[in-house]
């Protein structure tokens, strides 16, 4: 069993970033990819980036450009760094490692 903590969300305004954090209680050096995925209020979940062990990464058109993900798995720490935020860019953001879900963190952007 893994647990997933994410962290880093917060109200910033439009145009400005944030960095989001999600620590395993365990290696995620197993889990070939990772990933953070958004749901926005009344929309279902849905993918914003993956990165696989060996550093390939995998973002959401919407996302493109704006967002980075990376992993650090001497930390067992997937990041999501956000920049340009956009007032559609509000949701929680949920990291997931295979089946593992973490509770999600609150981000949201004012336009």
């Known amino acids: 069993q893994v647990q997933l903590v994410e962290s880093g969300g917060g109200l910033v305004q439009a145009g400005g970033s944030l960095r989001l954090s999600c620590v395993a209680s365990?290696?995620?050096?197993?889990?070939?990819?990772m990933g953070w995925h958004r749901q926005a209020p009344g929309k279902q979940r849905e993918l914003v980036a993956t990165i696989t062990r060996g550093g390939s990464t995998n973002y959401a058109d919407s996302v493109k450009g704006r967002f980075t993900i990376s992993r650090d798995n001497a930390k067992n720490t997937v990041y999501l760094q956000m920049d340009s935020l956009k007032p559609e860019d509000t949701a929680v953001y949920y990291c997931k490692a295979f089946s593992f879900w973490g509770r999600g963190t609150q981000v949201t952007v004012s336009s």
């Open positions: 365990g290696s995620i050096s197993s889990f070939n990819v």
